[in-house]
């Protein structure tokens, strides 16, 4: 809708264009200059017998004269143009051989312009508004205009084949546990009877949560699908507008057509984000939330017993929802959805390369293997990327090099061979990443080193591709130093051999203290003990915001700077020794690294 504006504005402006031609157009006196003399010289003319014809139109006069030329001029107004003629001194003898017309003054054309020329403008004005106020219905002050009704989609209404989405249960993988859960739930909705028989109380409120890009939105339509029944759609975020009170009538008008229509199912997605989008300074605030989740709240509890409607929500922050909504009656089911295994990853990836022409080369099993914490919306892109990559290379088919290639790119960003560095930069870059490699090796937790570059990617200078031996659930306390010693090895390399330090290991310093913080307050890896140092997701008048909750004292605070810094020092320890101990072998890496760029696990090791 909005891109639609400029080329209104361009049909508005060219029909302004069109109006001014057509003006110029029906006024040819305009353009048509004829000489134009004054009255006496016309009058001398006449009286040497060179004219031939006159007309008088209003006071404008046209004559022709002998030449068949035109002359024109204006007489006084008010006066006829014989007197005017006598005036000068011309007899009636002259005058009357000549040819006079009087004609009536052209009323006609200019007559009618006139009005036009106003009657127009405001025309094209109230066209102008209209327009403008029918895009501003797709934005937010539009909103405005009609904020009382419901902006759920309705999708399908579980006859229309043709309207149904074509999500399918066959679509989702990798959630095996989840689609048995939801199916289960469908199958409250197609056969009521069956469970009220026996006294059930059939679920209101079937949450899906888990981190984004599991499929939360993707399950909910091959619900939409597979239930065939009506299925309401809408945005958390789309309850909150500009008005205080908009978020409540919204939700009332969307259950009351629910109602109507049930069974049916309502998919409220991105839960959490009521209460969480809204434009400070222009109303809304706390008490908006709270009304929209009261209406919610009040709406669920208000079904009778025989009210056949499910409520979808999804989220990936059930910590962050109101309490009151996960009570028996409203969201009393969980439905989590996880980041996928490596068989589920297989899976997903197998989903996506239907359709795609893959070659003998590509094994969908080891780019599983190689993706680790990949979401299927990852995976999704990881497979997209391939094609286009293949594509690019005016290759028929996609090889196993493309999906690889694509694993990195999706991790990191696109390579950027452009951005050259310098001798020096390509040096203290490939020490940087030989110190992480060689640091990665060498430590037992470590994670195992896939490959290592110095061509830069996205925001990286280079980069050591590393991933653990096989999946984990669970880290260990050691598999957690050696990674911050892993992490310190490029700035510690950088260090011992050019006895300076550069910009290049600010992110991985970020890392550092961020997992030597999380080591001492979240997981009780110190001297603490089994206790967490709280933060806490709090909501403040303008949204949400992470607020660090004090639970414990100042003395304690800094007890536990303490013992951060004191992980962190001990990493660096470890790094310094085996880089010293290695420092031989971490030059004959740099060197490769410098002359090659780019060296795998296999040629590494
Ligand atoms: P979210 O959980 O954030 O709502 P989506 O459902 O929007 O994630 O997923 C985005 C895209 O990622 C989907 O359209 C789909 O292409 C892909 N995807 C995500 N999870 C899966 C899965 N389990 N199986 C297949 N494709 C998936
Ligand atoms: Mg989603
Ligand atoms: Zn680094």
């Known amino acids: 809708m909005k891109n639609k504006a400029p080329k209104n504005i361009l049909i508005i402006f060219l029909s302004f264009l069109a109006v001014s031609a057509i003006f ?17 010289s016309l009058a001398q003319q006449i009286s040497q017998g060179s004219i031939k014809e006159i007309q008088v139109s209003g006071d404008k006069i046209t004559a022709l004269d002998n030449q068949d030329k035109k002359i024109t001029s204006r007489k006084e107004t008010g006066v006829s143009l014989n007197d005017s003629l006598k005036a000068y001194g011309i007899n009636e003898e002259v005058l009357k051989a000549i040819d006079i017309k009087i004609e009536q003054e052209k009323q006609g ?67 095996e546990e989840a689609k048995d859960e939801i199916k289960e739930v469908v199958d409250f909705l197609k056969n009521p009877k069956k469970y009220q028989a026996l006294g059930a109380r059939i679920p209101r409120g079937v949450l899906l949560v888990g981190p984004p890009g599991v499929g939360k939105t993707l399950l909910a339509r091959a619900v939409a699908n597979e239930a065939k029944v009506p299925f309401f759609s809408i945005v958390g975020s789309e309850f909150i507008e500009l008005f205080v009170g908009v978020g409540a009538s919204r939700t009332r008008a969307l259950f009351l057509e629910a109602k109507k229509q049930q069974p049916c199912i309502v998919f409220i997605d991105e839960l959490d984000a009521i209460g969480k989008m809204r434009m400070p300074g222009m109303g809304g605030g706390h008490e908006e939330r709270e009304q929209t989740l009261n209406q919610i709240l009040a709406e669920m509890d208000g079904f009778e017993r025989d009210t056949n409607i499910i409520i979808l929500g999804a989220t990936n ?27 589920g990853r297989e899976e997903i990836l197998q989903i996506h390369c239907k359709g795609k022409p893959l070659d003998d080369t590509a094994k969908i099993n080891e780019v599983a293997e190689r993706t680790p914490g990949f979401s299927g919306a990852d995976l999704a892109n990881l497979v997209n990327e391939a094609a286009i990559l293949a594509a690019k290379k005016n290759r028929t088919t996609i090889s196993q090099t493309e999906l690889l290639e694509s694993i990195e790119k999706v991790l990191l960003g696109p390579e950027r061979r452009s951005h050259l560095l310098s001798e020096k930069e390509k040096e203290i870059t490939a020490y940087h990443e030989a110190g992480h490699a060689l640091t990665a090796t060498s430590l037992p937790g470590a994670e195992d080193v896939r490959k ?49 330090l550069s910009t290049g290991a600010a992110n991985d310093l970020e890392k550092v203290s961020e997992l030597a913080r999380d080591l001492v307050t979240k997981y009780g890896m110190a001297k603490f003990g089994p206790i967490v140092f709280g933060i806490r997701e709090s909501m403040t008048f303008l949204g949400w915001e992470q607020e660090t909750e004090k639970n414990y004292s100042e003395k304690t605070a800094t007890e536990i700077d303490e013992e951060v810094a004191k992980f962190i020092k001990e990493a660096e320890g470890v790094a310094v020794k085996i880089l010293t101990q290695k420092k031989a072998m971490l030059t004959k890496i740099a060197k490769v690294l410098i002359e090659k760029e780019t060296i795998e696990k296999e040629e590494f090791e």
Do not use: H
Not at 29 to 35: E, F, H, P, S, V
Not at 327 to 341: E, K, M, N, T
């Open 452 to 500: 290592i570059s110095i061509v830069a990617r996205g925001m990286a200078a280079g980069y050591t591709l590393s991933l653990p031996k096989r999946e984990k659930r669970i880290k260990t306390k050691s598999e957690f130093l050696a990674e911050l010693a892993v992490l310190l090895s490029g700035y510690v390399a950088e260090r011992l051999i050019f006895k300076e």
């Open 317 to 343: 922050k059930p910590e962050s929802l109101d309490p009151a909504l996960l009570r028996p009656g409203r969201f009393d089911r969980r439905v989590v959805l996880d980041l996928p295994d490596v068989k």
């Open 24 to 40: 110029a157009l029906l006024n040819p006196q305009a353009l048509q200059k004829t000489n134009e003399v004054s009255l006496s």
């Open 109 to 175: 054309l200019m007559g009618w312009l006139f009005p036009l020329s106003i009657i127009l403008p405001i025309v094209i004005f109230i066209l102008f508004f209209w327009l403008i106020a029918r895009q501003a219905k797709g934005g937010p002050m539009g909103q405005g205009f009609n904020f009382m009704k419901m902006p759920a989609k309705l999708f399908g209404d579980g006859k229309d084949e043709k309207k149904t989405e074509k999500v399918t249960f066959d679509d989702i993988a990798g959630v």
